[in-house]
């Protein structure tokens, strides 16, 4: 059964920090790309960024939105990604997803990824 457990969001001032964290547990296959997406409230749900098991290699965002201030990562040994957000703004503010996808057809969008945590917030103040 796998299963993807985030945690870290919280809440903090503009311009602060927050690393969220995934762990990952009964994942089959190491060929996985891991996500993280987010959702404001009224809004459609958006890739963040995601990042390859096996490789490292990440992705981000087209957007200026995060790029520069948001880094993906993992470590193999725990099996967990982490999400640094730095310069945070208020409109960073969202429920952030973590979600494990296997075939890399689409790696941007969630209709893709087989496998989601089940959220943390994450509040931003100005």
């Known amino acids: 059964q796998v299963q993807l457990v985030e945690s870290g969001g919280g809440l903090v001032q503009a311009g602060g920090s927050l690393r969220l964290s995934c762990a990952a547990s009964?994942?089959?296959?190491?060929?996985?790309?891991m996500g993280w997406f987010r959702q404001a409230p009224g809004k459609e749900r958006e890739f963040v960024a995601t990042?390859?098991?096996?490789?490292?290699?990440?992705?981000?965002a087209d957007s200026d939105s995060v790029k520069g201030r948001f880094t993906i990562s993992r470590d193999n040994s725990n099996d967990t990604v982490y999400l640094q957000m730095n310069s945070l703004k208020p409109e960073d503010t969202a429920v952030y997803y973590c979600?494990?996808?296997?075939?890399?057809?689409?790696?941007?969008?969630?209709?893709?990824?087989?496998?989601w945590g089940q959220g943390t917030q994450v509040t931003v103040s100005s």
């Open positions: 979600a494990a996808e296997a075939t890399g057809r689409d790696i941007y969008s969630g209709d893709e990824y087989d496998y």
């Open positions: 009964g994942l089959t296959s190491s060929s996985y790309y």
């Open positions: 990042i390859r098991w096996t490789s490292g290699r990440t992705y981000y």
